[in-house]
């Protein structure tokens, strides 16, 4: 059986499926689906092994105001070859959300392919109607985020509460707009 399915819609729905955040519907056609689909399936076996790691993952997740703030528990480099950097993607990928918070008050140091991961999920939100931004980054981080240009797009808010009201000024139409450079 042939899928169907655009590999970011499928990421997406397994995401979901696994996190219980389907409604029974979708629930339902997955389930009869993915047994005939070997694309699906060996995705969400692996998926499924990957979300295990992230039960004992170093990011956090709350919502508030409809918004959902992401934050590391314990110091985090975002680089290369730190696990955070897949806690990251899958974290956003997962929740329902597309106005995101990442909170870097944890974060010691970012590389070339953790400020690639920002982006993306910046870009995956930003297709989906949403925005993302940043709080509490640290001096040097800060410096960094404005010296490749990043912080055009992903500015840092001192404080949540402002960053929260920060949602507001996109109006639903333009939400999904990619701002130019
Ligand atoms: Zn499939």
């Not at 059986?1 to 990421?11: A, F, I, Q, V, W």
């Not at 990442?102 to 140091?109: E, K």
Request: charged share 30%.
């Amino acid at each position: 059986m042939t899928c169907g399915k655009e590999p970011l819609e499928r990421e997406q729905v397994i995401a979901r499926y696994l996190a219980r955040s389907l409604d029974a519907e979708a629930v339902e056609e997955f389930e009869g689906h993915y047994l005939g689909c070997d694309e699906c399936f060996d995705e969400l076996y692996l998926s499924d092994r990957i979300v295990a790691d992230l039960r004992t993952s170093n990011l956090t997740w709350r919502r508030t105001e409809g918004v959902s703030v992401l934050k590391f528990r314990m110091n985090a480099e975002l680089t290369q070859s730190a696990k955070e950097l897949e806690q990251l993607r899958r974290e956003v990928l997962e929740q329902s959300d597309s106005r995101v918070i990442i909170d870097l008050s944890r974060v010691t140091r970012i590389d070339s392919a953790g400020l690639g991961q920002l982006m993306g999920c910046y870009s995956h939100l930003v297709r989906n109607a949403g925005a993302m931004k940043i709080v509490n980054a640290r001096p040097e981080i800060r410096r960094l985020l404005d010296m490749t240009g990043i912080s055009m797009l992903l500015p840092n808010y001192a404080d949540e509460q402002t960053a929260v009201r920060s949602f507001d000024d996109i109006a639903p139409e333009a939400a999904g707009d990619i701002p130019r450079a």
